[in-house]
């Protein structure tokens, strides 16, 4: 499979040390994809339709669970949505699929996306695992 970066070449990884493309080799239950898109005001329109042509894709995919979009407070075309999936090799297939991956070039090419993958952590007390 391609590295990420060679097919949205305006992608920016959370955390440089350990980008997307090597998170989705390991195998894990329970997983969160959490992106954060940046972009220009103008290009808003262009990066909503893109992002639900995107979410239908994944929708129709095994282990896909559920996503959901949220756009910053004010005046900034910050964006962030995040994905359940039942497994990272759900969201790898999914992810590494030809038509997902030919989609990419929808987006506007002001937009910056900041993939990453989580699990959640139990916290006694607090948050269950």
Known sequence: MKPVETV???MRPLDPAFPIDR???IDAASVVLMNVFT??????????EAWQVDAA??????????????R?????PTY???AVWETTAD???????????AKLS??????????HLFQKVAVPGICVA
């Open 8 to 10: 949205m070449s305006l």
């Open 23 to 25: 998170q989705i080799g």
């Open 39 to 48: 972009l220009d005001k103008a290009d808003e329109q262009t990066f909503l």
């Open 57 to 70: 894709f994944m929708k129709r995919q095994p282990g896909f669970i559920s996503t959901q979009l949220h």
């Open 72 to 76: 910053a407070v004010g005046e900034s």
């Open 80 to 82: 962030f949505n995040y």
């Open 91 to 101: 969201f790898r297939a999914a992810f590494s699929h030809p038509e997902f991956r």
């Open 106 to 115: 929808a987006y506007p090419s002001s937009a910056v996306a900041s993939p």
